[in-house]
């Protein structure tokens, strides 16, 4: 079972100290790093006796780890605190099947009580490091704290970004909300653009791929960042565009250097698959609305 899987698991059965106990180790590590029994009665209002009891259970669940005298989150606890927050807002009522396992984030389905399905992205930054080594205790909570920082600010940051694109097209995914490191999207189809699936019409699909940039830079002033053809989706004839965690605004001092390099990403993907030939320079010039159009 995944760390994911087993979050949906045991959320289930926790009791409201544990999740008090959950809830102040969290605000510890955001802060002084880890908090130990004394310091999360005071913070839960719960009797010593009881945080031992939780902490106890929580770390057979395996949601926190000791770390000397005091506690940290796992990525379960992280996940386990996130469902439980889209489940008391009545956004998902279950977790479904997994749908993309990648470097940086894993992607489920997540189903609403109406039978919506949503795809559910839970950061995954980094997450071998504060756990492989052995460091001194210091070390060990800055990287715990940076790895905590790194996937909450990635899933903040990635909502941001797909509300500030929401109706200026269908194929900018909808961010219906964001916990912790995780982020709940409109669900799209398709797969990804570098399986270089057999497209309608390759020149034309460039043409769309380059309209989207260009509304995204004009309306909501953002550039990805990080497009290329694993993060475009197509059905063949749609194209979505996702994965914003980094995108930056049009004023950022590297932003055109950045739009720049998605539009070379996503040019050289297509003469490389589909033969389609563009010149550069027009593309910089229509995606960042200096020109009307591509020709
Ligand atoms: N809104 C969505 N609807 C359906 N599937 C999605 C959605 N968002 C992401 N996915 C799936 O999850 C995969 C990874 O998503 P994304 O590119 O956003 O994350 P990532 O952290 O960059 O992952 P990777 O390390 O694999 O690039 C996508 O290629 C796609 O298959
Ligand atoms: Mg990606």
Known sequence: MSTTENAARVMKSLKDEEWRTLAGVERASTGYGTPDVGRLSRMSRLPQERVRFATADLEKKGLLTRKGRGFALTREGVEAMALKDYVKKDLIYALGAIIAKGKESDVYEALTEEGTVYALKLYKIGRTSFTSVRRS??????AFR???TANYDAARREYHALRKLEGLSPSFPRAVAYSRSTVLL???SGVRLSQRPVLEDPEGALGAIL????????QASLVNADLS???ILTDGASFWLIDWPQAVDSSH???TE???HDIKAVTTFFKRAYGVAADLHKCYEYVSGRSLSLG
């Open 146 to 148: 940076s790895w905590m």
């Open 229 to 231: 053809e694993y993060n």
């Open 258 to 260: 950045l739009l720049a």
């Open 211 to 218: 309209a989207l940039m260009r509304t995204a830079y004009a």
């Open 253 to 255: 001092p590297n932003s």
């Open 186 to 188: 409109e669900e799209v």
């Open 137 to 142: 205790r210091p070390r060990e909570e800055a």
